[in-house]
T-cell receptor
Framework: NAGVTQTPKFRILKIGQSMTLQCTQDMNHNYMYWYRQDPGMGLKLIYY???????DKGEVPNGYNVSRSTTEDFPLRLELAAPSQTSVYFC????????????????FGPGTRLTVL | AQSVTQPDIHITVSEGASLELRCNYSYGATPYLFWYVQSPGQGLQLLLK??????LVQGIKGFEAEFKRSQSSFNLRKPSVHWSDAAEYFCAVGARGSQGNLIFGKGTKLSVKP
């Protein structure tokens, strides 16, 4: 099993450009998440999905869009890149609720380091 | 609302010394608690988790954590630190019905002196 894979690993964008960060998982997990990580700030949830065709906003969704057409894939789209979107982006997945209806362990990809200049 | 506080931004310990990383959470009901480790340039890896039962939980790489409800804490410990433990450590809390969402602390960076 590859687990959670992300592409690309690194990317430099110019202000106003657009791009899609790819995320794929092979664990048949229903739940998938996108986070951004900025130094000293921990992880902030951008969007999440509880299954194909279902997505919802997290804490910091502005400037991003997602889609979930299959269980395996959860791409993150930046339409008009801004310097504030310079960050490391992590995709994660988990199986649905674990013990007693609570959250399960999330499995993380290796991340995409994005710089917007 | 749930929140997680990791009071120490950066800790340095000598190799072979013991380690304790602090985590305090805020949540009204029984929390679901996790500790993750992130090596430089890598994604996050689960060290251990607590849902219920025995308040002392064992994880991978010789780590353990103790849930103390009265102190709203879930501190991570290791009896003897190895140089390879140098990394950033994140505490996270989740709740029932949260659709799997976790709230992460800001992390504690661990440096290990030879």
């Amino acid at each position: 099993n590859a687990g959670v894979t992300q592409t690309p690993k690194f990317r430099i964008l110019k202000i106003g450009q657009s791009m899609t960060l790819q995320c794929t998982q092979d664990m048949n997990h229903n739940y998938m998440y996108w986070y951004r990580q900025d130094p000293g700030m921990g992880l902030k949830l951008i969007y999440y999905s509880v299954g194909a065709g279902i997505t919802d906003k997290g804490e910091v969704p502005n400037g991003y869009n997602v889609s979930r057409s299959t269980t395996e894939d959860f791409p993150l789209r930046l339409e008009l890149a801004a310097p504030s979107q310079t960050s490391v982006y992590f995709c994660a997945s988990s199986s649905p609720t674990g013990l007693a209806g609570g959250p399960n362990e999330q499995f993380f990809g290796p991340g995409t380091r994005l710089t917007v200049l | 609302a749930q929140s997680v506080t990791q009071p120490d931004i950066h800790i340095t310990v000598s190799e072979g010394a013991s380690l304790e990383l602090r985590c305090n959470y805020s949540y009204g009901a029984t929390p679901y608690l996790f500790w993750y480790v992130q090596s430089p340039g890598q994604g996050l890896q689960l060290l251990l988790k607590y849902f219920s039962g025995d308040t002392l939980v064992q994880g991978i790489k010789g780590f353990e954590a103790e849930f103390k409800r009265s102190q709203s804490s879930f501190n991570l410990r290791k009896p003897s630190v190895h140089w390879s433990d140098a990394a950033e450590y994140f505490c996270a809390v989740g709740a029932r019905g949260s659709q799997g969402n976790l709230i992460f602390g800001k992390g504690t960076k661990l440096s290990v002196k030879p």
